[in-house]
């Protein structure tokens, strides 16, 4: 399946869905609406979230991943599961950068013996 039949069975299957993003684009463009920043963590990368589609312009604006988890709250299912472990991730690589960079460091240090090693036999 190509992307553009892809897209299309999602139009169809959801389409109150894209109506209501639909609705939500066209009044960003006409400054009727304001994106704000991610309501759980402040990432300016945001999208409007719905909570009823029959509501387009009632959002909650969220970031990629809050988004998913307001949409698949039951972190049992498996896109929920995803979607909570990738922000855990994230959290802890923002929480660990100087261990990661000093892991880093050390590991192209080790590749780099490695490869001299190799070189020479
Ligand atoms: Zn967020």
Known sequence: ????????????????K?????????????????RLPCKECGNEKSEAAHS?????????WLCK??????DFPNSQTAIGKKASKRLH??????????EIRIYNREWKRRNRLKLKVAGEN
């Open 1 to 16: 399946m190509t992307n553009n039949e892809k897209q299309k069975l999602y139009r169809e299957r959801n389409p109150e």
């Open 89 to 98: 991730a994230k959290r802890w690589r923002e929480s660990h950068r100087e």
């Open 52 to 60: 009823d589609y029959s509501k387009p312009l009632k959002v909650t």
């Open 65 to 70: 991943e809050h988004h998913t988890i307001y």
């Open 18 to 34: 894209v109506r209501a993003r639909k609705i939500v684009f066209s009044n960003l463009r006409g400054g009727h609406v304001k």
